[in-house]
Each structure stands twice: as C-alpha cells, then as structure tokens.
C-alpha cells in the first residue's frame, strides 16, 4: 500500500491516446492523493517521458520542465495539416515528387542552432488567459509570436516513400532541444523550406534532462494496474537535475524560516540537502550567499 503522504516523482512512459491530464487523474488514484501533477504537456498523438510529481515534488514540476529534452518524430514531407500533425485536416497536398535526400539534409542544417521559431495555432500557450488551441478549436483566428530556441541536434534517421493520395517521403529523425521547441513547428517549417509542406505524424520524447526512458517507471500496463510502483525521493530528483550543495542542521534551521545562506551555490536553482533530504532550491546572491528559490521541506 503506498503511503499517500509520500513525495517523490514518477517517469511515465505516456501512452498514445492518452492526455497528460489523464495520465494524472490515473497517478492520484494510483498514488491515494490530489496532490500530483505533470512537467511538461505531451499530446494526445505522443507517447514517451511525462514527469509526474506527487505531493511536495509537484513544486518541482515547473524547473523540471524547463530542462532541454529529446524527440524521435516521424515527418511527412508533401502534406501540410491545420494542426501541423497527422490528427488535423489536410490544408495543401503540393507532394514531395523530386525531393531528395540530400535536400532534406542540407534543409535541416538551417534548423540547427539557435533559431526563430513560431509555435503551431494548436498549442498550450496562453492567449487572453485562453490555451491556444481551445481557441483554434472555436473557431477563431490564433497568431502566435516567435521565440528563441535552441535545437542542438537534428539528425536524419532514415527517408523513405510514404503512403498518401500525393507522393510523399517520411523522414525519421531525432531532436535534441531546449524547453518550449515544438517539434511540430520544425515539421512545418522543415515542408515550407523544401516547398512541399509538412506535418509530423510521430513523436515520442525520450528524454528530460536527466530523465530517460530508463528511468520509468510506470508505463500503459501500470496505468490500467492497481500497483503504484515506488517513487523516485526528492533527494535523488535532484541529484539528476540540478548542482546539489550540502547543508549542517543549522543551515537546514535557517532554510526552515526561508533565510538566506551565507554559502556559495554554483547555478540557479541549485539544490539543497540535508541528511540526504531535499529542503529547497537556492539562487546565487552574491559569492557567498544564496538566497531561496523554493523551500520545499515539510
């Protein structure tokens, strides 16, 4: 029986056809509490690694999200889709006819590095305080801003002919990228470089920062299970995902009352422990203190 008091985090290999929210809903009743919640949204269409926090690592949640990440996707050259994915409606079906794979590797060099991308109109992002493709869903007209991301990686797996009423080629690749890179977008904008369109029709992500997919640790068969497997602790979440510092019981004191730190902690956030605990995360003010990010005991 799991405590339902307990803290940690669990690496969920998401099923496709599930909702992050759902896999979520399942973790509360797996877990005995409402305190559980996801780093990260995946859609429907993807499968792979959803960070799942319960009870006080669902404070961790948001710098978790933040870390770069790994894609394996699957994008359709010569078809391009309203959702920029294989669960929209076809909006120009140009073809691939002609397009070789050393077109499509040269055209993928342009996409590494630091670049300017615009996320796809069905998005989470908040619009007027609405999620973009509630609207979308609405009816209404979403434009969206481009932002700064970095793609670190962009490797062509394999190009082969695809299936379709137009001549298309599906290529395979694997992605890795800082937080808010939409994998989506790169499909889209990878068809409009080529001049025949774009859309993914796969994505699984693979990594977290310094979660994989051998770190999980519930998948479709635990969901549908009744067995919560046990959580990772705080203390090691944070020996995977940030620098850690260690603290004497009149430093875990001063943390206690959400004091400043008279230490040097080398990044923001860095961890802090004591006697192998996670009390919080700590930002540099100045070379030799610290102040607090997230007090996190208790």
Known sequence: MTDPGASGLVVVDKPQGWTSH??????????????????????????????????????????????DKTYTA?????????????EGE????????????????TAITGFVGVISQVPSSV????????????????GEQVDLAAREVTVSRFDVLSVRPGQAEVPVVDV???????????????????GAVLGAGGHLTALRRTRVGGFDLSTVRLDEAGLAGSDAPPLLSMAEVARRSFPVVEVDAAGARD?????????????????????????????????????AVAVLGG
């Open 123 to 138: 998005s989470a992002i908040k619009v007027d305080g609405k999620r973009a493709y509630a609207l979308v869903r609405a």
């Open 22 to 67: 759902q896999v979520v809903g399942r973790c509360r009743r797996l877990y005995g509490t409402r305190k559980v919640g996801h780093g990260g949204t995946l859609d429907p269409m993807a499968t792979g690694v959803l960070l799942v926090g319960v009870n006080r690592a669902t404070r961790l949640l948001g710098h978790l999200a933040g870390h």
């Open 255 to 291: 943390i206690g009352f959400g004091r400043g730190l008279a230490i040097a902690v080398p990044a923001d956030p860095t961890a802090v422990l004591y006697d192998d605990q996670l009390l919080a995360l700590y930002r540099p003010d100045g070379p030799q203190h610290a102040v």
């Open 90 to 105: 076809p909006t120009a079906t140009r073809g691939a006819a002609g397009i070789t794979d050393t077109d499509i590797r």
């Open 172 to 190: 395979e690749v694997v992605v890795d990228c800082s937080s808010g890179t939409y994998i989506r977008a790169l499909a889209r904008d990878l």
């Open 74 to 86: 699957t994008i359709r050259l010569g078809i391009d889709t309203n959702t920029d994915d294989a």
